[in-house]
């Protein structure tokens, strides 16, 4: 089975430019998660969607942070425009509906300078 | 969502058993245990997942008393390879219910 897919795997930008990342879940996995993951700190939940419908964004920074899942499957995050502590680690996670576990994807490392 | 506390870090050397013991005072009834292992640059992966007693995988155990308040991960027989970062997680079995990742366990396994 494949896994999570992310892209780009990493991505250097200046402070108030713009920057998006994409996630494809597994196959089948109605339940898709952003997390950013500051370094030394356990992953931070941004948003959770259920299909193409959002179920939790109350930690999404929504002034400069936005997502869509416009056809249920893959999804993006945008920032804009990216602060200099927006530096962290985007996680993409899927689950199926039932549980058992997310399947996290690798991850985008976003260096802001 | 049950808060969860772990130690920051544990050293062991190879070879030996290690349990991670995390404290959950707050968990709720339909509440489950899960365990994720995070190895630097990648996400986090799923090891084991757990109500009561005892479950075992091919990976690792996990015991948890009857009252639920604390659970323990166990790893045999523990290589380089298992140095990485452990969290635990409580919240319900479904999807989207275990949502809160901790600061999680710094398992430094030395040679």
């Known amino acids: 089975e494949a896994g999570v897919a992310q892209s780009p795997r990493y991505k250097i930008i200046e402070k108030r430019q713009s920057v998006a990342f994409w996630c494809n879940p597994i196959s089948g996995h109605a339940t898709l998660y952003w997390y950013q993951q500051i370094l030394g700190q356990g992953p931070k939940l941004l948003i959770q969607?259920?299909?193409?419908?959002?179920?939790?964004d109350s930690q999404l920074p929504k002034d400069r942070f936005s997502a869509e899942r416009l056809k249920g499957v893959d999804s993006t995050l945008k920032i804009q425009p990216a602060k200099l502590e927006d530096s962290a680690v985007y996680l993409c996670a899927s689950s199926l509906e039932t549980g058992g576990g997310y399947t996290f994807g690798s991850g985008t490392r976003l260096t802001v300078v | 969502l049950a808060k969860t506390t772990q130690p920051i870090s544990m050293d062991s050397y190879e070879g030996q058993e290690v349990n991670i013991t995390c404290s959950h005072n707050?968990?709720?009834?339909?509440?489950?245990i899960t365990w994720y292992q995070q190895f630097p640059s990648q996400g986090p992966r799923f090891i084991i997942q757990g109500y009561k007693t005892k479950v075992t995988n091919e990976v690792a155990s996990l015991f948890i008393p009857a009252d639920r308040k604390s659970s323990t991960l166990s790893l045999p027989r523990v290589s380089l390879s298992d140095t990485a970062v452990y969290y635990c997680l409580v919240g319900g079995k479904n999807a989207g219910n275990m949502l809160t990742f901790g600061g999680g366990t710094r398992l430094m396994v030395k040679p």
């Open positions: 969607f259920q299909n193409n419908g959002v179920v939790d």
């Open positions: 707050n968990i709720a009834t339909n509440d489950y």
